[in-house]
Nanobody, 112 residues
Framework: QVRLVESGGGLVQAGGSLKLSCLASGSIFGFNGVAWYRQTPGKKRDLVALIDGDGAANYSDSVKGRFTISRNVATNTVYLQMDNLKPEDTAVYYC??????WGQGTQVTVSS
């Protein structure tokens, strides 16, 4: 069974940067895309960025131009580079491949 472990979150001032990592352990057969989501208390989990099965990256309007998703196939790691962070980016961030269990997420807090 695939297990996802997110890391790299923390506390940063507005305008700063963080790079999140998501390591997948176990075998992922074929590649049908991978995504980063975020969630704040009391709200649903929202899609932030994804790489589709053809390798194309897509972003939500709220992060377009500031966040970059990438992956290292050799190490089964997916990254989310977050630049020019805003207080409204504060959330728990999760990665997910299709049909895999959710990981524990990593907390990102942006102070104003």
């Amino acid at each position: 069974q695939v297990r996802l472990v997110e890391s790299g979150g923390g506390l940063v001032q507005a305008g700063g940067s963080l790079k999140l990592s998501c390591l997948a352990s176990g075998s992922i057969f074929g590649f049908n895309g991978v995504a980063w989501y975020r969630q704040t208390p009391g709200k649903k989990r929202d899609l932030v960025a994804l790489i589709d099965g053809d390798g194309a990256a897509n972003y939500s309007d709220s992060v377009k131009g500031r966040f970059t998703i990438s992956r290292n196939v050799a190490t089964n790691t997916v990254y989310l580079q977050m630049d020019n962070l805003k207080p409204e980016d504060t959330a728990v961030y999760y990665c997910r491949y299709p049909n895999t269990p959710w990981g524990q997420g990593t907390q990102v807090t942006v102070s104003s």
